[in-house]
């Protein structure tokens, strides 16, 4: 079902939609009276929601069901930052995949540009709303140097250069998720994720991937090691 992401305060029965989502529906989807789309709060609510009225710049809606789903898996992803395009692509992933933050880390051989956050936001609403996900994902941007890799109970980082030949084993605590930018962690970057004692440091046996392609592929090797 199509879905829309509702940043907007409900305290009755009804929601009036305005701006770009309206405009998109009325006139790129043609959305018809009676039609029913989901309503993502990003933060776990999902809304039932039937048209009631099309007007000319807003639409309205009748809320016809509420319910709540219980994140499935509670994971966050380190990215070092890679070029815009690669980047935004990475952003959709993670809507995608179930990411619960997204940390945009600086490292040695990183881009080097300062993120337009509202653009971005803007990126991962459509990602929420393409992928039926009822969770926003968190942003954070940070160097790497920065970071309290301590405060993880699991560090995975899938390397292009070595691997520490741990196994990933299902583990119900808080994980995170590192990969480098397409050029890879300096050595001494990798050598201090790989001293950590909770950290896992592993290398696939595959072609030289683009960093979205990356990420859809480490976060499918966790979730399947998770199940």
Do not use: W
């Not at 509702?6 to 305290?11: E, H, N, P």
């Amino acid at each position: 079902m199509r879905a829309v992401f509702l940043d907007l305060k409900i305290s009755s029965k009804s929601i009036r939609l305005d701006g770009e989502q309206a405009n998109h529906l009325i006139k790129v989807v043609r959305i018809k009276e009676g039609e029913e789309v989901l309503g993502f709060t990003g933060k776990g609510k999902i809304l039932v929601l039937r048209v009631s009225h099309i007007l000319k710049k807003h639409l309205e809606f009748d809320i016809k069901e509420e319910r709540f789903e219980k994140r499935k898996i509670d994971f966050d992803v380190l990215v070092c930052k890679v070029k815009k395009e690669a980047m935004n692509l990475t952003f959709k992933e993670c809507c995608e995949l179930g990411v619960n933050k997204i940390i945009v880390a600086s490292s040695e051989y990183s881009q080097s540009y300062p993120l337009n956050l509202s653009k971005v936001q803007k990126i991962l609403k459509s990602g929420i709303e393409q992928a039926n996900n009822p969770y926003l994902p968190q942003l954070e941007e940070r160097s790497l140097k920065e970071l309290n890799f301590e405060e993880y109970d699991s560090v995975i980082y899938f390397s292009s250069q070595t691997n520490s030949n741990k196994i990933i084993h299902a583990n119900p605590g808080k994980t995170l998720i590192v990969f480098g930018p397409e050029g890879g962690l300096s050595e001494k970057e990798e050598l201090g994720l790989r001293k950590l004692t909770n950290s896992s440091v592993l290398k696939l046996e595959t072609n030289i991937m683009r960093t979205p392609t990356a990420v859809a592929c480490g976060v499918g090797y966790y979730l399947g090691a998770s199940s």
